[in-house]
């Protein structure tokens, strides 16, 4: 089973830049891509980005495109997600997940395998 630990989060002035980390205990073939997902209060789990271990094809959705950057380090088995020109909608807590589908575009939460436990995502105006 793969275990993954997030960290990174807090509290941001809108404009600011945090970035997030999603270390995962063991890459195993039964994880070929890591995403990040997000969810604000009452509103439901939404895709923010994804990555392939293998190839690094990325995607993202389109309220982060331009702003946030999703990267690996395959070494460490670690994924980040750099959050710049933040926005007060961008507050939510950030999740990591991972899977063994490879799919060109957004993923949906039932396409991931694994989670993380969040980490929250503050950004005031």
């Known amino acids: 089973q793969v275990q993954l630990v997030e960290s990174g989060g807090g509290l941001v002035q809108a404009g600011g830049s945090l970035r997030l980390s999603c270390a995962a205990s063991?890459?195993?073939?039964?994880?070929?891509?890591m995403g990040w997902f997000r969810q604000a209060p009452e509103k439901e789990r939404e895709f923010v980005a994804v990555?392939?271990?293998?190839?690094?094809?990325?995607y993202y959705t389109d309220p982060v495109k331009g702003r946030f950057t999703i990267s690996r380090d395959n070494a460490k088995n670690t994924v980040y997600l750099q959050m710049n020109s933040l926005k007060p909608e961008d507050t939510a807590v950030y999740y990591c997940?991972?899977?063994?589908?490879?799919?060109?575009?957004?993923?949906?939460?039932?396409?991931?395998?694994?989670w993380g436990k969040g980490t929250p995502v503050t950004v005031s105006s």
């Open positions: 990555i392939w271990w293998s190839g690094g094809n990325t």
């Open positions: 063991a890459r195993t073939f039964r994880t070929n891509a």
């Open positions: 997940a991972s899977t063994v589908r490879v799919k060109a575009g957004m993923y949906r939460t039932d396409d991931m395998d694994y």
